[in-house]
């Protein structure tokens, strides 16, 4: 295993796009020092007349997993941002979280060795819904009526068909949705009260909720 030690700061890169573009993403990402990326299928949920943060109803979107040190994460971005204009009404977003720890993929890098200062004020949160597949429009109506502009609705299945992925100790199976909400962060305890109040959350099995800072910010129009 190779240890990065001197590595004090990762962000883990959300690009959200149209369907057949992510690939083109990971592309350019190489090209800026970034090692890879995932692609998850998922479609967008704002009305096609409101063009805000997270895309257009019902049109299908890939939601691109990319992690590298904060300085190679914010040069991929600025060079994403420049090659597919996200600053244009429908040509996707992206944002990065800070990661505290991360094992594989030739780090090993944990909230104890990371070096931990002051950071930049934080404009927006990312919130992760986890319910039953069919639920998800639930989610995203619950999140509208607190001021949430939309959503991204991505489908989760496990590796194989006996096989299930756990997040934070729950399991992950075909069944399952995940909604991903981007708000500003004034209104995000508004938000996830409204969500857990209709969704009923902290009954067991009815699904989980988190929330995470983020830190830099392409293609969002308030």
Do not use: W
Not at 7 to 31: D, P, Y
Not at 80 to 104: C, E, W
Request: proline share 2%.
């Amino acid at each position: 295993m190779t240890y990065c030690d001197d590595i004090n700061h990762l962000e883990l890169v959300f690009v959200i796009v149209n369907f057949g573009t992510g690939s083109k993403i990971i592309k350019q990402a190489r090209k800026s020092g970034i090692k890879g990326g995932t692609i998850f299928l998922g479609k967008g949920t704002s009305e096609n007349h409101i063009l805000e943060l997270l895309g257009i109803s019902d049109i299908r979107k890939e939601v691109v997993l990319l992690v590298g040190d904060r300085e190679t994460a914010y040069n991929a971005l600025e060079d994403l941002n420049d090659k597919f204009n996200f600053h244009k009404p429908n040509h996707g977003i992206a944002f990065t979280i800070p990661v505290d720890s991360l094992i594989g993929s030739g780090y090993n890098i944990t909230f104890e060795n990371r070096n931990i200062e002051g950071g930049e004020e934080i404009m927006y949160n990312a919130i992760f819904v986890v319910v039953d597949r069919g639920l998800a429009e639930d989610v995203v109506d619950a999140a509208k009526s607190a001021g949430a502009k939309g959503a991204t609705i991505i489908n989760a299945r496990g590796s194989g068909i006996h096989e299930t992925q756990k997040l934070f100790a729950m399991e992950i199976e075909p069944e399952k949705e995940i909604v991903l909400i981007l708000t500003d962060s004034s209104i995000t305890g508004d938000v996830t009260k409204a969500i857990n109040e209709k969704m009923e959350l902290s009954k067991p099995g009815h699904g989980i909720m988190f929330v995470l800072d983020v830190n830099k910010t392409y293609g969002i129009r308030e």
